[in-house]
């Protein structure tokens, strides 16, 4: 019996570096794990496994392996309850909602490598796993139909510099197949990004420079001594990788080869800093759910994309100063015990065994370094698979010697209540997941809200403008709804909120030619309202029409010159000819305005 179980709890090992892999597999290939629902039905199979494999394990084998809680889960708890904390003044209160599930699946993850952690075969296969899922992606970014992004390598990530981020770490990892290594390091030259390739050959030759270090103080044999010869390779490998670029990626050679500071990249990085920044401090620095979203309100020219790139802004804006705090004391303390763990271990090592798991574990560490670094300044963990590779690969690291214990044996405390936690914590993850992709609804309030207001729009006009009000502060990037509302006001004749309202629309859209053109056309109606019985009132909103042109110029006139390089189209946005008309046909208008009678 005891045999028996020893050999299907080996089975169960070596089963579950397969699930882990196909976890992360799945994540990979729906967009890197980048769009709201890739992201509920992977939380809903990842929670669904972490409940099924415990009562598996449980019942069927009579025992199980219980780990405390620790520093790192005390990290993921309190960013999830920061994303939650957001919720109370959101931009978005559905994306507090998604940032909370994106930290309950990074723990889950990290909690499933801690379960490997003290198997060393299963960590291997996973490894091995991980190799041939990115020999996969990278084989897929060179389809022509599938995998390229103006000419860069993108894969299944749809953006390349995240599949740069991908192929690096998995590069750090020390591929065991040369051809492997040669496929995976063209596919990294060949995305063109900057960011991965500088990081990927900084961190690359400091973790060759630690293990030379530390092999030295070994043995020479266990070296051997065709080891110099074979690093021959590497030359040959980045001269052909390099020429097939040049001939077939000639996009992805001219963007990786452009390190001038002063460039438009590096530059629009700036921006994103300093607005980010600056719309954190417009929040004093509290968690506001979707903070990111509100770029357009501090904008000074139009970004080609609204994300800010990176985990410092990412954090910063939606879970505020105290998770950025967080996240850096985590990160310090780690980084200092690794390092002091290294100094000890390298004065201790006798015999190649020693000095090859060490190695192992260094190529980890410098896997889960370019992953954090790279998210700083480009693909952050917004692709859901780079996160779920750092927490699964640092939940691994982990230094913990489970102790099976059988059922109906006394637990300690501590490990019974976190398994408890954990146990809890997934079939709410499970049930959550499940029901938003049965019915999202159930976070997008503003729909119900927005029906509510156009029902009784007719019937009530106070009724349905708190209806509005409330659709907008749960999701202030709507649009529409702000332009119903802004209509409705101006014409139940609530001329000043009505104003307030246009600008508002005109704040979040402010380089959109449409919405100014929109904005001057209603403010027109309500003053030819106003024209018989309210002329004052009318020559307001005439003169409010007249000056849309000037303030169209004035966000041109504004721009710095570096800001004019980083806009190319700036001498393109302009007043449209209908702007032109209506503001010319106000100016009119207010010099026949009917005088007040007496």
Known sequence: MIGLSLQQDSRVRSNRARFLALFLAISVINHGLYYPQDWLVFGFVISFYVIASHWIERFKFGSGNYFTLGLTDALMLVMLILSGLGIVHPVKAADGFMEALHWGIFWLTYRLGIRISSDQKTKEKLLNYIEWLAIAVAMMGWVPWVGQVAGRLSSVFGYPNAMAAFLGAVLLLNPQRKLAQILLVISLLATGSRAGVGLFVVIFMGQKFILSRQAGAIRKPILGSGNYLRRLWLIGLVISGIVLII?????????????????????????????????AWDARGLPQAGGWLAFPTVQHFPYWTADPHSSFIHILL???????????????????????????????????????????????????????????????????????????????????????????????????????????????????????????????????????????????????????????????????????????????????????????????????????????SVVWDAAEVQRGTNPETANRLYRWVEEVPNNIDERVKGLTSTERLLWQGHQAFSPSPHILLLAEYARQRQLTQLLFKT
């Open 247 to 279: 001939l077939n990626n000639r996009a992805a050679w001219e963007n990786l080869t452009t390190w001038d500071i002063s460039s438009s990249s590096w530059q629009e990085r700036l921006v994103y800093f300093k607005d980010g920044i600056r719309l």
């Open 318 to 520: 939606n879970q505020g100063v105290l998770g950025i705090l967080c996240v850096g004391t985590w990160g310090s303390l780690w980084l200092a015990q690794a390092w002091k763990t290294w100094r000890e271990k390298r004065k201790f090592y006798k015999t190649g065994v020693e000095y090859l798991g060490n190695k192992a574990e260094i190529q980890v560490w410098a896997a889960l370094l370019f992953l954090g670094l790279h998210s700083l300044v480009d693909a952050d963990f917004s692709f859901g698979s780079l996160g779920c590779l750092f927490w699964l690969l640092f939940g691994s690291l982990q230094k913990f010697d489970p102790h099976p214990r059988s059922f109906y044996s006394k637990r300690t405390w501590t490990q019974s209540i976190s398994n408890q936690v954990m146990m809890v914590f997934s079939c709410l993850l499970c049930f959550v997941c499940g029901s938003l992709l049965f019915n999202p609804t159930y976070i997008e309030k503003e729909r119900t809200w927005n029906a509510y207001a156009v029902q009784w729009s007719e019937r009530d006009s106070e009724r349905s403008i708190s209806f509005w009000d409330k659709s907008l502060i749960w999701d202030q990037t709507q649009s529409s709804t702000r332009q119903k509302r802004a209509e409705h006001l101006l014409k139940h004749g609530k001329i000043i909120s009505g104003l307030v309202a246009v600008e508002e629309v005109l704040k979040w859209q402010p380089f959109n030619i449409e919405a100014y053109e929109w904005a001057q």
